[in-house]
């Protein structure tokens, strides 16, 4: 089907305010991913869902990201409390296997460019 | 953890001219490796791959081969054009244990002029 999706394509919040951003992944795809893209740091894992398996969340930078997966389909990622560091390209990913899967390409969305001011 | 490195950019050549974009990984085992690109103003797209030690991924007249023995997956291509200007991502999977999540190096940013 479609491509990856992601919503909204640009975020500009204030310090200090949480944000929800969505992602749509491939029909099919059992694994999904969010990456994020800043200046300071290029591109970096933060968190990975492989079907109803417990999500990996050892790339997340603090406790104020959290991301949840419903129905083994959308994808929330949820940054309360946003600073100003938080400003990047948040991208997400889906690919059909994940796993262990030696093959499995990931396929990404076009992100949100979120701004904190 | 993994890392992956690729030579820094920018990288600016003359259209026809031939391009290698270096890149080595750490990863233990065997991880897939790829090269995605992003053009301006655009997201990412896998350009292409490689599964196992001595493949050769190609897409668009860009080769990288698989080197276990050095552990690299350096990016050519013959002759460039105007379009292939954009930002060039290496990354890795992870190999032994890592879960699928994608290492990736700094990107190398190549501008191809007339």
């Known amino acids: 089907g479609a491509g990856v999706s992601q919503s909204p394509s640009n975020k500009v919040t204030e310090k200090g305010k949480d944000v929800e951003l969505r992602c749509d992944p491939i029909s099919g795809h059992t694994a999904l991913y969010w990456y994020r893209q800043s200046l300071g740091q290029g591109l970096e894992f933060l968190i990975y869902?492989?079907?109803?398996?417990?999500?990996?969340k050892s790339g997340l930078p603090s406790d104020r990201f959290s991301a949840e997966r419903t129905g083994g389909s959308v994808s929330t990622l949820t940054i309360q409390r946003t600073q100003q560091e938080d400003s990047a390209v948040y991208l997400c990913?889906?690919?059909?296997?994940?796993?262990?899967?030696?093959?499995?390409?990931?396929?990404f969305g076009p992100g949100t460019r979120l701004t904190v001011l | 953890g993994n890392s992956v490195t690729q030579m820094e950019g920018p990288v600016t050549l003359s259209e026809e001219a031939f391009l290698t974009i270096n890149c080595t990984y750490t990863a233990t085992g065997y991880p897939s490796l790829f090269w995605y690109v992003q053009y301006p103003g655009e997201g990412l797209q896998l350009l292409l791959k490689?599964?196992?030690?001595?493949d050769k991924g190609s897409n668009k007249g860009f080769e990288a081969t698989y080197r276990k023995e050095t552990t690299s997956f350096h990016l050519e291509k013959g002759s460039v054009q105007v379009s292939d200007s954009a930002v060039y991502f290496c990354a890795e999977n992870g190999g032994s244990g890592g879960g699928n999540k994608l290492t990736f190096g700094t990107g190398t940013q190549l501008k191809v002029e007339l």
């Open positions: 990913a889906s690919s059909l296997v994940g796993g262990p899967s030696p093959t499995d390409t990931q396929y």
């Open positions: 869902f492989q079907g109803n398996s417990a999500p990996d």
């Open positions: 490689a599964t196992k030690a001595d």
